[in-house]
């Protein structure tokens, strides 16, 4: 094989190398920042870089089998401990990644969750509002009812004295229509009274007087 073909693959190597190293500058920010959903693209890219990679050392590594010498395969050695590198650190940076994003979504549930539960609270408040409203509608419903029953029985009682005032009234009244020979026969007495006492005055002032002339004429 011919030296230019090595030179060819060393600088096929060293670029991929060099756009793996921007790559994964990227993909580091891309971590330590909140995920939006490029990471897929950008991860993607490192892959393909690294495949890239592999196969350019490989081919690198048939070279240097082919009887290269002691150089080559140092430097050989050199550019699969960078493909080795590379590859680790892309591993390790995709799974904190995928451990933040597990992270966020639990998150993300757990808001929504409360939210939910929020919104449930909310309306088993409305519920029980509403339970209370009609408890409160019941009880005044039947304090009514208690009213209405009080003033039917208040009725019945004034029914009933009026019925008994009626019947003291139709009594009273009888009586009153006896009272004029009544008050004629104590008018009479009343009159006769009077002359008895009248006359027994008239009797005591003579017999007075005929005393009082008795007691002069001695």
């Not at 050989?76 to 591993?91: G, N, S, V």
Request: proline letters at 0%; a neutral charge; charged letters at 25%.
């Amino acid at each position: 094989m011919e030296a230019s073909s090595w030179d060819a693959l060393r600088k096929q190597a060293r670029r991929l190398e060099a756009q793996l190293d921007d790559q994964m500058i990227a993909y580091r920010k891309l971590v330590s920042m909140k995920s939006d959903g490029s990471e897929n693209d950008i991860e993607s890219d490192i892959e393909r870089s690294l495949k890239q990679l592999q196969q350019v050392n490989s081919q690198m590594q048939t070279w240097v089998s082919s009887g290269g010498s002691e150089v080559l395969s140092h430097t050989l050695t050199r550019h699969m401990e960078i493909l080795q590198d590379l590859t680790q650190e892309f591993y390790r940076l995709r799974s904190s990644l995928r451990v933040k994003q597990q992270h966020a979504s639990l998150l993300d549930l757990r808001d929504f969750d409360r939210a939910k539960f929020d919104v449930e609270e909310a309306s088993d408040s409305a519920d029980q509002a509403l339970l209370r409203e009609q408890a409160a509608i019941s009880r005044s419903t039947g304090q009514m009812d208690n009213v209405i029953s009080q003033a039917q029985a208040t009725l019945g009682s004034l029914m009933t004295q009026r019925s008994t005032f009626g019947s003291i009234t139709s009594k009273i009244s009888n009586v009153s229509s006896r009272l004029p020979t009544i008050n004629h026969v104590l008018s009479s007495i009343r009159r006769k009274k009077s002359m008895d006492t009248i006359i027994l005055s008239l009797v005591a002032s003579v017999c007075a007087f005929l005393i009082f002339i008795y007691w002069l004429s001695k």
